[in-house]
């Protein structure tokens, strides 16, 4: 977990799991594969194999569990950061704003 000094309300704990990230739009709904950093009660860090995703964009993110007694995570979400990693990656932060 990060320290008090990261200045945030809620610890992030650090996953590095698999994961499906769809994005919501009107013109062009997609489902991407990603791979959940960490996530906290308000939020998640994503690495996607995408050169950005655009600040604001809906989307929805489905994490499976890999055990019986842990219940699989979906979440709707809006991207509130995008920092490329690579010329074909970023790692987006977004915002959960509903728990399915």
């Not at 704990?13 to 709904?29: A, K």
Request: charge should be negative.
């Amino acid at each position: 977990m990060l320290g008090y000094d990261d200045k945030r309300n809620f610890f992030r704990m650090m996953v590095n799991s698999p994961c499906q990230l769809q994005i919501i739009d009107d013109e062009s709904s997609r489902t991407l594969q990603a791979v959940c950093k960490d996530i906290s009660a308000t939020g998640m860090s994503l690495e996607v194999d995408e050169p950005s995703i655009e600040i604001g964009t809906e989307v929805s993110v489905s994490i499976d569990s890999t055990s019986s007694q842990i219940p699989s995570l979906s979440a709707v979400a809006k991207v509130v950061r995008c920092v490329p990693e690579s010329d074909s990656s970023c790692i987006v932060g977004v915002e959960i704003s509903e728990m399915k």
